[in-house]
């Protein structure tokens, strides 16, 4: 069964630094595309990053490029979004989800999501 569950989550002052974590069990690593989207109040899903089966390429929404890395370690099935400098704007639920092959912006492409996790940039 596949299960993705998010962490890392909280209150962080702008310009600071989180690190989210995306665990993943039942899905092979090798095969599957893994992605962060995330949704302010009032918003859609927002693409944020995503990575293939392969390292390369890694795909990053242009709100947050140059500010998050994606990254992922097969070995112990976590996917990470390291993010710095953050801004008010970057208030939202953050959520992984996967899908078999490549990456796509279209949230529907996704078969499998996690519960999400609640960043808040505030002083």
């Known amino acids: 069964q596949v299960q993705l569950v998010e962490s890392g989550g909280g209150l962080v002052q702008p310009g600071g630094s989180l690190r989210l974590s995306c665990a993943a069990s039942?899905?092979?690593?090798?095969?599957?595309?893994i992605a962060w989207f995330r949704q302010a109040p009032g918003k859609g899903r927002e693409g944020v990053a995503c990575?293939?089966?392969?390292?390369?390429?890694?795909y990053y929404g242009d709100s947050v490029k140059g500010r998050f890395t994606m990254s992922r370690d097969k070995a112990k099935r976590l996917a990470y979004l390291q993010m710095n400098s953050l801004k008010p704007e970057d208030s939202a639920v953050y959520y992984c989800?996967?899908?078999?092959?490549?990456?796509?912006?279209?949230?529907?492409?996704?078969?499998?999501w996690g519960q999400g996790t609640q960043v808040t940039v505030s002083s």
């Open positions: 039942g899905v092979p690593l090798e095969h599957y595309a």
């Open positions: 989800a996967s899908v078999v092959g490549i990456c796509y912006n279209n949230d529907r492409m996704f078969a499998h």
């Open positions: 990575i293939d089966s392969s390292p390369e390429p890694t």
